[in-house]
Antibody, heavy 125, light 108 residues
Framework: EVQLVESGTGLVQPGGSLRLSCAASGFTFSRYNMNWVRQAPGKGLEWVAY????????DYADSVKGRFTISRDNAKNSLSLQMNSLRAEDTALYYC??????????????????WGQGTLLTVSS | EIVLTQSPATLSLSPGERATLSCRAS??????LAWYQQRPDQGPRLLIY???NRATGIPGRFSGSGSGTDFTLTISSLEPEDFAVYYCQQGSSWPRITFGQGTRVQIK
């Protein structure tokens, strides 16, 4: 059974830092691209960061670029998100999300097929 | 950025009724669109990928259609567990995916 379990819940002051982690199990972690997606209280979903299966390629939403760093340890089946210079608007539930590759009539497609339960970050003074 | 607009914001229906949810993209995403269900206090669950393909384990009452800029998720006969929030998501700008704002399906 695929499982993604986030940790690192915290209350942080504006300008502070926090590291979120995700423990993956039930699949060959090193073969999958991974993402962090967040959801502010009562709001919709916002993609935050992406990392390729090898860790070689990363990408970030403009709202977090330069402040957040996504990384992975394939030997430990873990995904991380280092968050610095935190702002009130970063307050959200953060989901660890797996991408799966689909070959759709010769087109390469990636869809987010498994999500964790989320871990809550609150940025407040 | 590709913006997805979902309608309606809220759908009030009774169990057994048919639900029709809409998602419109600000520019063509071809068929690169997915639908997710989110129940309270749970992470989203993939229902439909590439506009019309049911994900593994998803019941046949869920179906998706559309291409380009206009997409529809249909639930043919609502079960009690289907009352939830539904999001569409485009992958045309992958990995910079974007989501619609969601449609809440609630019990009438």
């Amino acid at each position: 059974e695929v499982q993604l379990v986030e940790s690192g819940t915290g209350l942080v002051q504006p300008g502070g830092s926090l590291r979120l982690s995700c423990a993956a199990s039930g699949f060959t972690f090193s073969r999958y691209n991974m993402n962090w997606v967040r959801q502010a209280p009562g709001k919709g979903l916002e993609w935050v960061a992406y990392i390729s299966s090898s860790g070689k390629f990363t990408d970030y939403a403009d709202s977090v670029k330069g402040r957040f760093t996504i990384s992975r340890d394939n030997a430990k089946n873990s995904l991380s998100l280092q968050m610095n210079s935190l702002r009130a608007e970063d307050t959200a539930l953060y989901y660890c999300v797996r991408d799966t590759y689909y070959d759709i009539r010769g087109f390469d497609r990636f869809y987010s097929d498994y999500w964790g339960q989320g871990t809550l970050l609150t940025v407040s003074s | 950025e590709i913006v997805l607009t979902q309608s309606p914001a809220t759908l009030s229906l009774s169990p057994g009724e048919r639900a029709t949810l809409s998602c419109r993209a600000s520019q063509s995403v071809s068929n690169y669109l997915a639908w997710y269900q989110q129940r309270p206090d749970q992470g989203p669950r993939l229902l439909i990928y590439d506009a019309s393909n049911r994900a593994t384990g998803i019941p046949g009452r869920f179906s998706g259609s559309g291409s380009g800029t206009d997409f529809t998720l249909t639930i043919s006969s609502l079960e009690p567990e289907d009352f939830a929030v539904y999001y569409c998501q485009q992958g045309s700008s992958w990995p910079r995916i974007t989501f619609g704002q969601g449609t809440r399906v609630q019990i009438k």
